[in-house]
């Protein structure tokens, strides 16, 4: 059983950058693929990034490419998401999530949910 624990999240101006990390217990955190994935109000949860378990891949949203980055760090059982250039519509709630898949962009692809951290982004 894996407990996920999102936090970074904040209120930022357009334009701004945020990091958010997702801490992992309780599995073998090297041995997952990781997601984000995000939730606007009224709106449903959309994939965001994945890494793969490897390290070696990672996927993106088309709006996020550019501006965001996703990175792991397995010694630290740590995934982070580095979000540079903040626009309105980044504002959610974000979420992390880990799957048993070598990599994921299907929120059914993973089975354990963070409580997920707000990102608003002003105008």
Do not use: H
Request: glycine share 12%; hydrophobic share 35%; charged share 15%.
């Amino acid at each position: 059983q894996v407990q996920l624990a999102e936090s970074g999240g904040g209120l930022v101006q357009a334009g701004g950058s945020l990091r958010l990390s997702c801490a992992a217990s309780g599995g073998t955190f090297s041995s997952y693929a990781m997601g984000w994935f995000r939730q606007a109000p009224g709106k449903e949860r959309e994939f965001v990034a994945a890494i793969s378990w490897s390290v070696a891949n990672t996927y993106y949203k088309d709006s996020v490419k550019g501006r965001f980055t996703v990175s792991r760090d397995n010694a630290k059982n740590t995934v982070y998401l580095q979000m540079n250039s903040l626009k309105p519509e980044d504002t959610a709630v974000y979420y992390c999530a880990a799957g048993v898949v070598w990599i994921g962009i299907q929120s059914y692809e993973y089975g354990y949910w963070g409580q997920g951290t707000q990102v608003s982004v002003s105008s």
